[in-house]
């Protein structure tokens, strides 16, 4: 059975056209990660919640937003597509902030044309 | 800002041999590393972890070590199968968890 599901699977949009993906838990885990993982590339971190506290890396591009309006969901906004922010994007889940394993969705392939 | 990286981008091994992949961190006071699997198409899979007090873990066919002198770690499958042929990474977890470049496995029948 799932834990972290991410929906959808693959999603086409246009160039500059909001787009948002969703991430939703069965583990009741604290933390959410949002990762951007191009091709032949090692996921990055793009922020991560540690319950209800948000941390936003410095390089994340202010194009990109998160919501996490309960434990079980996370959103993944993107304002403007760009080009270059096709990417599989990955959520994961982990019980403590440190020292615990990670699960994670099967991520959400974004296309932008 | 310190970061985890591999020493190699690609192994090649024949099956039933033994696999050895590797990773440098550079953060002292990282105290928790996780080696993820990932298969094409799919999100990482953890394989083993290993805490900073530790120099050794075995699971199922698969090795941890962990060298603190020189910041070092390594992945040790044994009797590799065409199964086992995935990109890997490690990461490290301090406050958030970060990743490795990667490497990717080809077993050869």
């Known amino acids: 059975d799932a834990m972290v599901i991410q929906n959808p699977r693959y999603q086409v949009t246009q160039f500059g056209k909001p787009v948002t993906l969703s991430c939703s838990q069965t583990l009741n885990h604290n933390v959410m990660y949002w990762y951007q993982q191009k091709s032949s590339q090692a996921p990055k971190l793009l922020f991560h919640?540690?319950?209800?506290?948000?941390?936003n890396e410095a390089d994340t591009p202010d194009n990109f937003q998160s919501r996490r309006p309960n434990t079980s969901f996370c959103f993944l906004d993107i304002r403007s597509p760009g080009l270059g922010d096709a990417a599989m994007y990955l959520c994961?889940?982990?019980?403590?902030?440190?020292?615990?394993?990670?699960?994670f969705g099967q991520g959400t392939r974004l296309t932008v044309v | 800002g310190e970061s985890v990286g591999l020493h190699l981008p690609t192994l090649s091994v024949q099956e039933g041999d033994n696999s050895i992949i590797n990773c440098a961190y550079s953060n002292s006071a990282s105290d928790y590393f996780i080696w993820y699997k990932q298969e094409s198409g799919k999100g990482p899979q953890f394989i083993i972890d290993i805490r900073s007090n530790m120099d050794k873990r075995q699971g199922q066919r698969v090795t941890v070590l962990l060298n603190k002198t020189v910041k070092h770690l390594s992945l040790q499958i044994a009797a590799t199968q065409p199964g086992d042929s995935a990109v890997y990474f490690c990461a490290e977890e301090l406050n958030d968890m970060r990743f490795g470049a990667g490497t990717r496995l080809t077993v050869k029948p």
């Open positions: 919640y540690y319950d209800k506290d948000f941390n």
């Open positions: 994961a889940t982990s019980r403590l902030q440190g020292g615990t394993e990670a699960f």
